[in-house]
């Protein structure tokens, strides 16, 4: 089979490690240590693809200590914030303490939030904005689960999602945006959505990004893909012309597995 590529890529590929609820601090130190240096003998190019990871919030610390110690290049983010700055939130994460840490990235409506925790995409709108106040770039999770999929209403779904998600906000706020499009039933499971699929919903995303703030802004925004990612899938998936990341759960729990994920380029092939 064969894919296509992005040729010259109009934006820098993401390949993005959600560590979800693993990892103490100090494992997450011994993982990106190996992480860090898996990509240094592979020579990784962070300019051509960028990578980042998402540790836990109490690994964070430990992150931005390691990173700004041995001066690496990946970035790192946090799995979720609270849409208030500060005060009465027993349990809550401020992006404030977020941006102080270093982050530049913040997970928002990751699907286990919306499901176990029952976010709507009212609080995910607040929280994209306080990313945004804190100057950390909002990665937006959208998806559908099987359900919609069955029905065919998997697009209008997780194109409701994403306006629900970004409502009232401008291009200038949003500037930088990323979008993940996780389908549920493919979270975990080892089901992979299709290259086909993943690039349909790419588009439609980028479409309605275009409509919503203009073609500058959909050119330039991200749209990764998320669900069972592996080396072994990880070119089919990223062959579609609008899909470009990904964010990646349980495979990035492993060194060198994530590392070959980020050298997807590798195993792309022409489609002429
Ligand atoms: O939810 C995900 C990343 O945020 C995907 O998880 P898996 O890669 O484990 O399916």
Not at 174 to 185: I, Q, R, S
Not at 239 to 258: I, K, N, Q, R
């Amino acid at each position: 089979m064969t894919t296509q590529t992005n040729g010259v890529f109009d934006r820098t590929p993401l390949i993005a490690g959600n560590w979800k609820m693993n990892m103490d601090h100090t494992q997450g130190i011994a993982l990106l240590q190996k992480l860090a240096w898996t990509l240094k003998d592979a020579r990784h190019d962070f300019s051509r693809v960028e990578v980042a990871v998402f540790p836990p919030f109490t690994g964070l610390r430990s992150v931005q200590s390691l990173v700004e110690g041995d001066g690496l290049q990946i970035a790192y983010g946090a799995q979720d914030l609270s849409d208030q700055d500060s005060g009465a939130y027993t349990g809550d994460i401020s992006g404030q303490f977020l941006a102080k840490l270093g982050c530049r990235y913040a997970l928002v409506g990751h699907s286990e939030r919306r499901s176990i925790h029952a976010e709507s995409d009212e609080q995910c709108r607040d929280k994209v904005r306080a990313a945004i106040r804190h100057g950390l770039t909002p990665m937006l999770c959208i998806g559908e689960g099987l359900e919609q999929r069955q029905a065919g209403e998997h697009v209008q779904y997780t194109l409701e999602q994403l306006r629900g998600s970004l409502a009232e906000l401008n291009a200038g706020e949003l500037e930088g945006l990323v979008v993940a499009y996780e389908p549920v039933w493919a979270i975990g499971t080892g089901e992979v959505a299709g290259p086909e699929d993943a690039q349909e919903m790419a588009h439609a995303i980028r479409a309605e990004l275009e409509s919503l703030y203009g073609e500058d802004f959909a050119k330039a925004t991200r749209v990764l893909y998320g669900g069972s990612v592996k080396s072994s899938n990880v070119a089919n998936i990223l062959g579609g012309a609008d899909v470009d990341g990904a964010l990646v759960g349980g495979a990035s729990l492993d060194a060198e597995e994530f590392a070959k994920i980020t050298r997807f380029e590798q195993h792309l092939v022409t489609d002429q």
